[in-house]
T-cell receptor, first 110, second 120 residues
Framework: GQQVMQIPQYQHVQEGEDFTTYCNSSTTLSNIQWYKQRPGGHPVFLIQ?????EVKKQKRLTFQFGEAKKNSSLHITATQTTDVGTYFC??????????FGKGTTLSVSS | GAVVSQHPSRVICKSGTSVKIECRSL??????MFWYRQFPKQSLMLMATSNEGSKATYEQGVEKDKFLINHASLTLSTLTVTSAHPEDSSFYICSARDTVTGLGIPNEQFFGPGTRLTVL
């Protein structure tokens, strides 16, 4: 079945450092979504990317969709302790179910 | 945005008992809801797609007789873990998409807060 590979699995940074997580697919994607899950919480929708080469920003978060629509990245500038959590990319299948990447767990020390 | 609730939030049960988890869309209608399972430090794994008024579609490896899904209305889907065993202990999360009125952006799924099941 369709899968998305997400790296790294874990990332620890000092507060103020940048952070990036990557998702890759072997097949062309119609769209890709990003979610954040805080420890003990449930996934919260961050954004959806649809267009080839699309770049979207939400404050310190920058989301990119590759030109070939096979990869995507989430970059956080100047991390804060509130950024702690696991970031998942997810692919929307034709029947509307989501397939999640394994996630990147971000920890931030102050 | 749209709100999805789950009940209960936590449940502890003895091995062999059955547990029912409810997933409700509070301010929208959902013809389709999804059930996911998440083990500690792992990703969400799709278990099944719940279709209002028809049988659920289960993912490969998920036993339909063990995980009974009922989607009797446009706002409620239930997952019953039958004869639960310790290996069924997990975080169960449902999600729904507003396919009727179009809340949220296209393809956005709204997740419930999850149910943490512990089977002793």
């Amino acid at each position: 079945g369709q899968q998305v590979m997400q790296i790294p699995q874990y990332q620890h940074v000092q507060e103020g450092e940048d952070f990036t997580t990557y998702c890759n697919s072997s097949t062309t994607l119609s769209n890709i979504q990003w979610y954040k899950q805080r420890p003990g919480g449930h996934p919260v929708f961050l954004i959806q990317l649809v267009k080839s080469g699309e770049v979207k920003k939400q404050k310190r978060l920058t989301f990119q969709f590759g030109e070939a629509k096979k990869n995507s990245s989430l970059h956080i500038t100047a991390t804060q302790t509130t950024d702690v959590g696991t970031y998942f990319c997810a692919v929307d299948l034709k029947r509307t179910a989501l397939i999640f990447g394994k996630g990147t767990t971000l920890s931030v020390s102050s | 945005g749209a709100v999805v609730s789950q009940h209960p939030s936590r449940v502890i049960c003895k091995s062999g008992t059955s547990v029912k988890i409810e997933c409700r869309s509070l301010d929208f209608q959902a013809t389709t809801m999804f059930w996911y399972r998440q083990f500690p430090k792992q990703s969400l794994m799709l278990m099944a797609t719940s279709n209002e008024g028809s049988k659920a579609t289960y993912e490969q490896g998920v036993e339909k007789d063990k995980f009974l899904i009922n989607h009797a209305s446009l706002t409620l889907s239930t997952l019953t873990v039958t004869s639960a065993h310790p290996e069924d202990s997990s975080f169960y999360i449902c999600s729904a998409r507003d396919t009727v009125t179009g809340l949220g952006i296209p393809n956005e799924q709204f997740f419930g807060p999850g149910t943490r099941l512990t089977v002793l």
